[in-house]
């Protein structure tokens, strides 16, 4: 079999979840329209459609709330377990992706919960953990936008949540991606659920996937202005650098994600400061687009996005973290059913025989 470089085009295994369709030009949940999904339903019904192919969000509501609170105000190991991470390394401070990581392998898994209770829990358990790092309170849920309020601090406008839950249910899956690739891998040991999951989150930190929205955003805010981001952009790209948030593995036109997010910095952009952001942001849009012939992918306003919703940049990743693991969760369920254990071959480039 010929050898592709990074998998690319590579057919590695079967799955019921989500497309991007063959020509890669849109994403879909298991049949729906993600885009479509973000106009009429909330991260918790695409959770529960993910999971377990029914848009009624009520049992992952009831279930995420249930591990939430108990976090918040009855158990408090986990806050003593973040609290300790965090003062472990005082000095350079523990990137969130690591404390996440840390608190996510440290959970319990019972084996007879449903798939709804044990993702429900780890979700919980990531937010938490994310709201930990806010100064203002965070434990006023809302009904409607329960996960996004689980992240925000308790006087978010509805208009934020929104945002967020949409950012949310843009993240929530991505067929083969690298981090959910990850999981399958150890799933596919007939490893648990929580492992699996870690797998996926070491994955998702690298800027060459989910850590891109950080770099994304450290790259615009390195500007003051437009002409400064023009010079500066051209200048990487003579170096040969990548710009975070842009291309895309299986997209090849536009990431169909990316205008969804782009429109929700537009509404939310509301200070001078902002406004020149986004544009220069809009700025390396277009020598991108005219120099690389390149579209930003979901990352690029993405951290935007989330930026102007007041998260650090340091919590952009975990924040997708919060919105894949229930992508991750229904691959880890969908190949422990398969149960073929993934062990592709290598060609060989070392020494002959000696
Ligand atoms: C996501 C990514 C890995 C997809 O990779 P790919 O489509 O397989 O493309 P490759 O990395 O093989 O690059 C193909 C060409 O496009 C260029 N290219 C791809 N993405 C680029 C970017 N963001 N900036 C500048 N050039 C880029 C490469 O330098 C390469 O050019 P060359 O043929 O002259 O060497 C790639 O676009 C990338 O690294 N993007 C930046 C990181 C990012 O935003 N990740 C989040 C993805 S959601």
Redesign the pocket.
Known sequence: MEYSP?L?GVVAGETAISTVGKEGTSLRYRGYDAIELTKNNTYEDVASLIIKDSLDGDEFKEAFSRHYNNKAFEDETVSKYIENLKSLHPQSEMHPMALLRTIVSGGQEIESDTEIESIARISATVCFAIASYHKADTNILSDKYLVASSLLPNDANDEMLEALDDMLILYAEHGF?ASTFATRVTASTRADLTGSIVSGIAALKG????G?NE??VELINSFNTVDEAEKGIYSL?DE??????????VYKVQ?PRSPVVKNWVEQLVDNDFSKNRFEIAKKIDEI?DAE?N?FP????YGGLLLSELGFEIDLFTPIFVAGRSVGWAAHYFEQREQDILIRPAAKYIGPPER
Request: charged letters at 30%.
């Open positions: 990074g690319r991606n800027e060459l996937h989910g891109a770099r994304a790209l040969k650098k990548k710009i975070m948030g842009f291309g895309h593995g990431d991108m690389k390149l992918n979901v990352d690029f």
